[in-house]
């Protein structure tokens, strides 16, 4: 699947609010980091806590440009939590942790501006 990073790029199609409704994006915090070189592009692996009805999922994020590992912990993130799991390397990723591309392409998180608790979802 390719993703458009361009912002200038125009809206996908148009869907119904019923099709928004069946992707389940949660917030969650990162219990674990660690560099993930194995991965095509710059990469690193997280485990995040998304509260006792998800639990702990894995991800692999091409964040390795921005963030360090050891930074990332405790951040809370926003992740897809009902995609079909996808093998990247060595690693089952479980969820698709969410970010946008600034203007250098590179992935900066998309998380809440304030704490709120692990499991909660986007409305």
Known sequence: M??????AAPAAETIGFDDFLKV?????????????PEARKPSIKLE????????????????????DPEDLIGRQVAAVVNFAPRQIGKLMSEVLTLGFADTEGRVILFSPDDRVPNGSKLF
């Open 2 to 7: 390719h993703l458009d990073h361009d912002p």
């Open 24 to 36: 389940d994006i949660r917030v969650g915090t990162i219990v674990r980091a660690e560099p993930f």
């Open 48 to 67: 995040i806590d998304f509260g006792p009805a998800i639990g702990v999922r894995k991800s692999s994020a091409q964040i390795a440009a921005r963030y």
